[in-house]
Every structure is written in structure tokens, then in C-alpha cells.
């Protein structure tokens, strides 16, 4: 398994937590911390940031639609340039507190619904691109959506990532939902397996959908999350 496991995390706010990124960071490579929009404040930016680099994980941003009532799982009709200045001004708000830390910046990596809608919508998807340019960094996302082909044609590099807490439908999209559900620690192993060894994972259908499995997904907001990253990192070590 040439591949390693990223998480979402940095998702609390203020006095609400979200997830044990104390407990769940031993077992990642790449932290997607969040930037403000649907999660996180500048206090947990810079906790999360130093966390990882205490366990020498690469931090990437997980930038958000403007929406933090619905935790940047609605999609939102944004002018593709004030999407972009959303992007921008996410990401380089993390970048300031990485800059503390003498850290650098890995990726970019969207979230939520920004992710969803840029699967099909070219400007959108292209908004992201653009802010990845900016910065310098790839963007971490799908195989067999609208992400390849137009980070490919920005030349903007990519992490291809593969889900193991979320559902796929036949199309190799991920099934968003507003809150996620536990998954056993088997059988997200069984789909970082097959996604790792031979490139495919099982729809909620049964069907086997082709994917590129870079690195592995781990919410840390998934109920059982720890359990699943240690288990996932125990097989890959």
C-alpha cells in the first residue's frame, strides 16, 4: 500500500469541540485543518496547526463555502470570483499561523458541498484551482470527476483521495450528509483495501467503482473515527 491517511479536523469552535484531534492525529499524514467558513477560529487554527507539527503531519487547508450554520454542507450560488476571494482569504488566514510555526503550506483541500458542486460546475472547480495556483500547493481531491480535468488543464497538481466513512453512489461520488454516521473499523479497512490494492471501492449498490487512491480520508467527526484511523494505520505500517 503506497498510500497514507489524511483527516478533516480543526473543526471545533469557540468552546465546541468536534472531533479528538488530540487522539486521532498519531495515525495521519495530512491534516485538512478548517479556515473559519464552516468551522474552527483563529485559537483552534493555531492549535490544530501546532498539534500536527508536535506529531510531524503536513497541514493543509480545508476551505469552505461561507457557511457555518449548516458546517459547509449546503451548496451556496457564489459569483465564481467572489468564490475565489472566499478561497483566498481561508486559505491564507491558516497560512499565517503555519508561517508561525516555521510549517508549510501541503494543499488545499475543499470541503463539504464546495467539493460536491465542483464535481460537476467547471467555474466553481475552477475557483479552487486558481487558489491552489495562488499558493503554490495541489489540490486533494477525487479521481473521475470534474476535479481532474480541470486542475489538469490549470496544471495544478493533485492528491487523489478515497473515502472509507462515507457512502459511494455508482457514479464514484461520495453520498453527502449532513451528519456522519459511525462505520466499523472492518469494514473501513475493507474499502481502504480495495481502494489501496486494486484501485476500486464498493458502492452503496454493491457495484466495485474505479478510483486513484493516493491517500485515505478519516473524518475525525465520524462517531468511532480514532478507531478507524488506527486501525487503517496499523495496516499500512
Not at 145 to 171: Q, R, W
Request: with cysteine; charged share 20%; proline share 5%.
Amino acid at each position: 500500500m503506497n498510500v497514507d491517511i489524511n483527516c478533516d479536523m480543526g473543526e471545533a469552535y469557540s468552546i465546541y469541540t468536534c472531533g479528538d484531534d488530540a487522539a486521532i492525529m498519531p495515525y495521519v499524514s495530512q491534516a485538512n485543518v478548517a479556515c473559519g467558513y464552516h468551522a474552527s477560529d483563529p485559537s483552534v487554527m493555531q492549535a490544530t496547526v501546532r498539534l500536527a507539527q508536535q506529531h510531524g503531519v503536513a497541514v493543509g487547508t480545508h476551505p469552505s463555502y461561507p457557511d457555518r450554520q449548516g458546517f459547509g454542507r449546503r451548496a451556496m450560488k457564489l459569483d465564481p470570483d467572489e468564490l475565489l476571494d472566499c478561497l483566498v482569504y481561508q486559505v491564507g488566514a491558516l497560512k499565517g499561523f503555519l508561517d508561525a510555526e516555521g510549517m508549510v503550506l501541503n494543499h488545499v483541500k475543499p470541503h463539504g458541498a464546495l467539493n460536491v458542486v465542483a464535481w460537476d460546475d467547471e467555474p466553481t472547480c475552477r475557483a479552487i484551482g486558481l487558489c491552489a495556483q495562488t499558493f503554490g500547493v495541489p489540490v486533494m481531491a477525487m479521481s473521475g470527476t470534474g476535479h481532474e480535468k480541470t486542475y489538469s488543464d490549470l496544471g495544478v497538481p493533485m492528491i487523489f483521495e478515497t473515502y472509507v466513512d462515507l457512502d459511494y453512489n455508482d457514479a464514484g461520488q461520495v453520498v453527502i450528509t449532513r451528519e456522519h454516521t459511525a462505520v466499523a473499523p472492518e469494514a473501513a479497512l475493507a474499502q481502504a483495501w480495495r481502494a489501496a490494492n486494486d484501485g476500486t471501492v464498493k458502492a452503496l449498490s454493491g457495484k466495485l467503482v474505479a478510483v486513484k487512491c493516493q491517500s485515505i480520508c478519516v473524518h475525525s467527526d465520524t462517531p468511532g473515527a480514532v478507531g478507524v484511523a488506527e486501525a487503517i494505520h496499523a495496516e499500512l505500517a
